[in-house]
């Protein structure tokens, strides 16, 4: 099992910055990869992000490329979603989730397990 807690959430204007932190624990040396995905009201989850552990090879959606950055500090193992330039339409719930096993980073279905999700509001 792996355990994911984020944090770091919360309301900022439009043009502004926040900074997601998504602590695990468990059995992290079963990690492949960490992704970010967001939900929006009324909307399916979406693909934010993601990194590998071991090569740290990193892919992001098209839609935050540029202004999102993902990182990791393995001696904390917690990963981070820095978001720049925020705009009204990032508004969702973040979730952060791992994956045990190689696959597609961008799919939902690739990760075995989930936080429980932290709002960000971007107001316009």
């Known amino acids: 099992q792996v355990q994911l807690v984020e944090s770091g959430g919360g309301l900022v204007q439009a043009g502004g910055s926040l900074r997601l932190s998504c602590a695990t624990s468990?059995?992290?040396?079963?990690?492949?990869?960490m992704g970010w995905f967001r939900q929006a009201p009324g909307k399916e989850r979406e693909f934010v992000v993601a990194?590998?552990?071991?090569?740290?090879?990193?892919y992001y959606a098209d839609s935050v490329k540029g202004r999102f950055t993902i990182s990791r500090d393995n001696a904390k193992n917690t990963v981070y979603l820095q978001m720049n330039s925020l705009k009204p339409e990032d508004t969702a719930v973040y979730y952060c989730?791992?994956?045990?096993?190689?696959?597609?980073?961008?799919?939902?279905?690739?990760?075995?397990?989930w936080g429980q999700g932290t709002q960000v509001t971007v107001s316009s």
């Open positions: 468990g059995r992290t040396f079963s990690v492949y990869a």
């Open positions: 989730a791992a994956a045990t096993r190689p696959g597609v980073v961008g799919a939902d279905t690739q990760y075995d397990y």
């Open positions: 990194i590998t552990w071991i090569s740290s090879m990193t």
